[in-house]
């Protein structure tokens, strides 16, 4: 039997990993549903509140510049490096498949595979910055 270990991280600015909360953004779901809005005025709720949170994390002096998947795959390279591994397969749901193919990209040397499951079209990839990663060490 093939034993492996299974490594899920919470990338930058989601989870345990420094939350950038945005609760304007958090709640337009909920107001959508009870005033019954159509996508058109949801997608505008989504884009105010969006521009308030950030507002309010350049006020708060928050470098989003550092919040990119580029860097997010440094860090899950570092992070398994600090592990012990040279290789592992990766498994992206999400933003995690856009993680993932740039992993692929950028540390080919250590991705042994990748799975992608359920790719966002692009207008809706940012609504989900909270989608986890989940990485299959061998």
Partial sequence: ?????????DFRGTG???KLACTEYDSVLADALKEKLTEQQTDMRYDAAMDLCLERYAADGVDLSTYDSATIVEDMVELMTALGYDEWNLIGGS??????????????EHIRSAVL????AGDRCRRRAHSVVRVQAE
């Fill in 16 to 18: 345990l990993s420094g």
């Fill in 117 to 120: 499951d359920a790719r966002r």
């Fill in 95 to 108: 933003y995690g498949t856009r993680l993932a193919l740039t992993a692929v990209r950028d540390a080919p």
């Fill in 1 to 9: 039997m093939i034993s492996s270990d299974f490594i899920a991280f």
